[in-house]
């Protein structure tokens, strides 16, 4: 998604910065290049011409044009519009903590994918410390109330099917059942249609009617393109949503559906879903966004998804064998687990500066990871524990059980090194900022007793993680 986008921006900001000095020729030259990359990736005509304009006119101040970095100054007014563009402010759930339960109402059309939505938007509320009961009111795609069902069997979530059509009498019963069941939120999948029709508007009016939900979330797919926008301002009219989850975000489309909703409607963008895994539903901050599409990569998310992994992991005694600076191949197994549940490989590197562009161009082996665990694997306890023993015949030995050659075990333990040595490196100045505190540097007691110290600090290298350190690791993933 917005990989074109992403492309031919830079290329109009590579061009700027090559010419030092820029003139107001310059400018309205830059911009047009601009108007035209938004209009290929689909976005609103409307909405590119109210950007383009007031871009263009901040970009003609003084202070811009008469500043030693005119360039620059350039690149931060696309950015800065492009992130009001996307709605300037993180938009959130309202859910109130003295209600039980707060009942959130999805709607959208068929194939905008609601009904995984539902179940992701279920897990991330879970991961909060919530209660959550999922709702199947979609009594007209065969198997919706299956597929509700089992998705929430996996995430282990309760969910409320009832009986008979009646979608209406299902939502209400389904909200009676959570409030039955001390669950604090309600999430109400509703039925799609192929298209908007008077029948779908007026089954959702009802169901919204029935249970007076707090936040009325609609489902739209970032590859439908800008046409999106027509169906989102009728459901807008009729249902008055709260805000959108744009599912999908991980296809090839162009994207102007999701650059298009907010100005178009004034309806903001809470969420984005790439891929399949439940733990894909992200809350959406706009400026993040904007800066990855002017390729500047995002590792604020980065390093919020890595110490989420830890927090769900509490490996307090890997975490104090890391202290020790004694790094072995189960806790290089074990690193390169958590990256595989921060999204893999390539979502670590996308998250990076000009990290797209590697990902687009075929520099990065998604599958790096999967022939490190097979080699891991074919090791003994002892050689795993204690690398130092691996000798000559153990390398062919090893190479042979995973069906690779010497010489990727040889590589293998040569990324270990290295990592080992980065791990040292990090826990080092870890320890220097500890003693400038007065600390001894071991992980301290929380309220109830259980080791962990602060959240950075339980997540080995992330806290202190420099983009030298994040590039040193997509080095070693290579």
């Known amino acids: 998604m917005f990989d074109n986008l992403q492309d031919q921006l830079q290329e109009v900001f590579d061009d700027l910065k090559g010419k030092g000095r820029l003139t107001e020729d310059d400018i309205r030259v830059a911009m047009r290049r601009v108007r035209m990359a938004l209009l290929e990736a689909d976005v609103s005509f409307k909405v590119v011409k109210g950007f383009v304009s ?35 402010t993180d938009a959130r759930i309202n859910l109130r903590p003295n209600k039980h339960p707060n009942v959130i109402m999805l709607v959208g059309l068929q194939g905008s994918g609601k009904t995984t939505a539902a179940a992701k938007l279920a897990y991330l509320l879970k991961g909060e410390g919530h209660h959550p009961l999922l709702v199947a009111c979609d009594v007209y795609r065969p198997a919706a109330a299956d597929q509700l069902q089992t998705l929430g069997g996996e995430i282990g979530v309760r969910v409320y099917r009832g009986e008979g059509t009646d979608p209406v009498k299902i939502a209400k019963e389904g909200v009676q059942c959570a409030i039955d069941n001390l669950c604090d939120v309600a999430i109400v999948d509703t039925a799609g249609r192929l298209h908007v029709d008077e029948e779908m508007m007026v089954e959702a009016e009802s169901i919204k009617a029935a249970v007076d939900p707090d936040e009325v979330l609609m489902v739209v797919d970032a590859m439908t393109g800008q046409d999106v926008v027509n169906v989102v301002e009728t459901f807008s009219a ?145 050689e795993r524990e204690k690398p130092d023993v691996i000798n000559g015949s153990r390398r062919a030995r090893i190479a042979a059980g995973a069906g690779v050659t010497v010489t990727a075990v040889n590589q293998l333990m040569k990324q270990y090194a290295e990592t080992r040595k980065q791990v040292k490196k990090m826990m080092a100045a870890y320890g220097d900022m500890d003693q400038a505190h007065g600390k001894k540097g071991r992980p301290k007691k929380g309220k109830k007793g259980k080791k962990g110290g602060s959240k950075m600090r339980r997540m080995p290298g992330v806290g202190g993680m420099s983009l030298a350190d994040i590039k040193k690791i997509q080095q070693m993933m290579e």
């Open 54 to 88: 007031k871009a263009s006119a901040r970009c003609m101040e003084a202070d811009v044009l008469e500043s030693l970095t005119p360039a620059q100054n350039v690149i931060k007014v696309v950015l800065d519009e492009l992130t009001n563009l996307l709605g300037e």
């Open 238 to 382: 009729r249902v008055d949503f709260d805000g959108v989850i744009m599912s999908k975000m991980d296809g090839d489309a162009r994207g102007g559906g999701a650059l298009s909703i907010r100005e178009s409607t004034g309806k903001p963008i809470k969420f984005i879903s790439s891929g399949e895994k439940p733990q894909s539903l992200e809350v959406f901050h706009p400026d993040r966004m904007a800066r990855r599409i002017l390729g500047m990569g995002d590792v604020v998310s980065l390093i919020e998804s890595a110490v989420k992994v830890q927090q769900q992991e509490e490996e307090a005694e890997a975490t104090e064998r890391l202290r020790r600076m004694d790094l072995n191949l189960n806790d290089f197994l074990d690193m390169n687990r958590q990256i595989r549940k921060m999204g893999g490989v390539g979502k670590l590197i996308s998250a990076l500066p000009g990290g797209d562009k590697m990902m687009a161009q075929g520099q990065v082996d998604e599958h790096a990871l999967d022939r490190m665990e097979v080699i891991i694997n074919s090791m003994t306890k002892e």
